[in-house]
């Protein structure tokens, strides 16, 4: 494609993705194709001869278009809303367009400097001190796995070298989580080789935050048996209810026993940059290492997880290793991206997050995240309200869980399962096309969740997606 | 940011990339400026208010600009050379604009749809059979952890549930790679707990091939000492030389030995499709795994590597961990991608693949890897009908390998020290910023390569690159 020939395409789509983006709310957000019917309308081979951006464009309109579920429509209220923001898509553009790989200093000097003031500013913002360094990864499973690996580096002597396996003297490690806490910290204990075993679930209390009690127990109980205490991962704002774990309590606990505390903010870290909300971080300043996801809140396109962690030297203990053909010389001292990391190649992601935080400006942030935090409040106070619905956690962010009571059929039968009630309530509301929430499951009990993280959910969206519920409850009440 | 600001910025970026592009060879390849340039010149806060498109625009090219390492100029040939080629790019900014998902087939049936469609696709084209079922991952480092995982959930017992640690019973693993294999490798045995010294490095061959009977009684001494092996990586285009195991004499011994094999075809994989190349899959039909990315050899913008595999249950079985807040009903199976892998979160990766296989079909993308390979032999040429430089090893591929010789000094004095001359040489030459080559080391000696890999990449620059290298190697000879 020559350079005119791609200025053609690139105003083509310029226009295509604008319309979407001021239309994103008239599609469907949930996908409403069946499974298999994009597959089964593409060619089951490659084209042999070259094929124009036009029909390109045309067969993604019809084709995979409709297999789109649209993270951008303001409905989106499931999982964690997020937004790829102007800015943001059109940093992508540029950052795809260079194509720069910033696994050295050398290979984009930008790429690597501008990662490192823009994870500046953003400390700043959240407020930890400058005894944290941060670095970019792409998701925050990655940045937890990188967390944990130091955690085991600086607590089994030689594991880079020697491994885990094999070595008798080696304790059994043990990490520890509230029972709330997200699937991505199991799956890095699993990679690292420390088993599911070694991470003990540490109970909640009633608004879900881990208990310390629980937790300085089973340390003292795991410690008298025999296992080696690795890491507490404490969480701010967990997946299922946003609740958010004492951490300054459990940094308490982790300094007094030495145990690496990392803190999983990744979805509501940002909200300690607004004011009456800096609490949530309290503590962490003495924290080990903190993920925040600005692709989660902070509406930069996915994916660009943040790692802060105070020992970066750990991390590069465990990971750095140059191969002669990487061997740089440099007239100074220079950060050699690769070196904080298992994946070699990154792209240049640091030019997303210096847009959209220029583009929003911090007090357009704050503004904004504030108004998602005030629209969960409203739509919290109208299931308070209601005599049909009942609120199931506390509302400390974005994310609201709630769930419909169920009732006596005044004919004297069965009353029909709250859980079923609700499932029911949750399929028929995402079939409308117009929201889509999820679910999770609370003190065991199938709880709806109304996410709100997107740029273009307005009050009048959130308003409709309680219409709605109230509607398909109606409906089911009355089909029974 | 409106939908009306954003058409007016992307018609504007669009305008700029197309100049990019159309001139990327009016660039230094190399960025000139010295260490912390960039970050001294940005502000040491993000900014309070928002600012305009036009101002970051400006402080782009004012700014970060001179600090960009051209991968886009002709004149890129260190490393692995590549190519973020239009269709690509295009995908990037679509892909970025919808801002979808993929970990669910849910949130975004297309995504993981057009990715089962690509990659069988691409399946096809490499000669792999229908045996292989492939997924899309960010980068070969990633993409092998994967391979190695499922290597380790293979052999060793439960490791899911205990991990490796305070098993006394449990064997030290080993997992063999020759002495010229990637250094993701070692990364990946260091993140999954077996060890640095679980990775035992077989010698190579004169064509730095890894030696086969050398791998048989490595292994044979292994077992006989109590060691477990667990795995054979062969590499298809090593990076130093890009020489390419003898993959079938290897699977033979991993079938003899039960040892899971992972082909490392990284970047010569694709190679595979040219008429001619087909041999250098000979023996992978067998293999367990193989990765191989796209985003090195093939025209798509970084990231983008693929990892087939014939046991993907086993890396299921490995990761698969499906909390509730991410349980979904469908009304037939559905694969979820975050059961392949330990990142949740995956970005719409299949719509850059689809849209460059397309762009260039596959006669076309044929045609620019053996034009690719015609250049270096091209090189090579050259190289060996000169007295001042001597080729280093085979080029299969289009990566050549050589070196400026020394001499005797006419006075009689010191001759200079081969491995300073060419040093002197690769500095003087990437000082030009015409091109950038970089170096290896092979038996031991500091190696030229140049590697041709980007689509703008023509004769006209091989030849600049050859005349530079004899310009500097006369300047070098004649100071001294």
């Known amino acids: 494609m020559d350079p005119e020939e791609f200025r053609r395409h690139a105003h083509r789509l310029a226009d295509w993705i604008a319309d979407y983006l001021a239309n994103s709310s008239k599609y469907p ?11 089964s309308a593409l060619p089951v081979e490659a084209p042999t001869h070259a094929e124009s951006f036009e029909s390109m464009l045309a067969d993604f309109e019809k084709i995979l278009l409709p297999g789109i579920t649209h993270w951008n429509h303001p409905g989106f209220f499931a999982y964690f809303a997020i937004t790829g923001s102007g800015p943001g898509v059109l940093a992508e553009f540029l950052s795809a367009a260079l194509n720069v790989q910033a696994m ?24 930890l001190p400058s ?7 792409d998701t925050a499973s990655i940045s937890t796995l990188h967390a944990l690996a130091a955690a085991r580096e600086r607590a ?19 990490v520890y989580c509230s029972d709330q806490t997200h699937s991505s910290i199991e799956k890095a204990v699993i990679l690292l080789g420390l088993g599911q075993q070694s991470l003990r ?80 971080l309290d503590g962490a300043a003495t924290a080990d290492s903190l993920v925040v996801n600005p692709h989660k809140w902070m509406f930069t396109p996915f994916d660009l997880s943040v790692l802060y962690c105070r020992h970066m030297d750990l991390i590069r203990a ?41 583009h929003f400006g911090t007090d357009g942030i704050r503004a904004r995240i504030a108004e998602h935090m005030r629209l969960a409040r409203l739509f919290a106070s109208w299931v308070d309200a209601s005599t049909e619905f009942e609120r199931v956690a506390p509302v400390p ?3 609201v869980c709630f769930r419909a009571r169920t009732w006596l059929p005044p004919s004297g039968g069965r009353a029909i399962d709250a859980d079923t009630l609700n499932e029911r309530i949750l ?44 509607e398909q409850m109606s409906t089911v009440r009355r089909e029974g």
Request: include cysteine.
């Open 29 to 39: 957000v949930l996908a409403e194709i069946t499974p298999g019917t994009i597959a």
């Open 201 to 280: 679930k540490i109970p909640s209390d009633a608004e879900f935050r881990m208990r310390t009690d629980a937790l300085a127990s089973a340390i003292a109980e795991d410690r008298s048996e025999g296992w080696r205490p690795l890491a507490v991962v404490a969480t701010v704002g967990t997946t299922s209810s946003t609740s958010v774990d004492p951490v300054a309590q459990i940094a308490d606990i982790c300094r007094r026993e030495s145990l690496w505390l990392h803190i999983d903010a990744a979805y509501a870290g940002v909200a300690a940059m607004v004011p009456g909300y800096e609490w949530i």
């Open 397 to 399: 962010f974005s994310v």
């Open 104 to 127: 050295l200093w050398r290979t984009s000097p930008a790429a690597t400097e501008l990662e490192e003031v823009t994870l500046s500013w953003l400390r700043k913002l959240l407020g």
């Open 318 to 358: 465990a990971f750095a290793l140059t191969p002669e053909y990487l061997k740089t010389v440099e007239p100074a001292p220079v950060r050699n991206l690769m070196d904080t990391g298992i994946q070699l190649g990154r792209r240049f992601r640091a030019l997303k997050l210096w847009m959209v935080m220029r």
């Open 156 to 174: 089994v002597p030689s594991v880079r070298s020697l491994g885990l396996a094999g070595r008798a003297a080696l304790p059994r490690p043990r």
């Open 427 to 470: 399929e028929a509301v995402n079939s409308t096309g117009e929201i889509f929430i999820s679910h999770t499951r609370l003190n065991g009990c199938y709880t709806l969740r109304l996410a709100i993280g997107n740029l273009h959910t307005t009050e009048t969206h959130v308003r409709r997606a309680w219409e709605l519920l109230q």
């Open 131 to 137: 005894t944290f360094d941060g670095v970019i990864y």
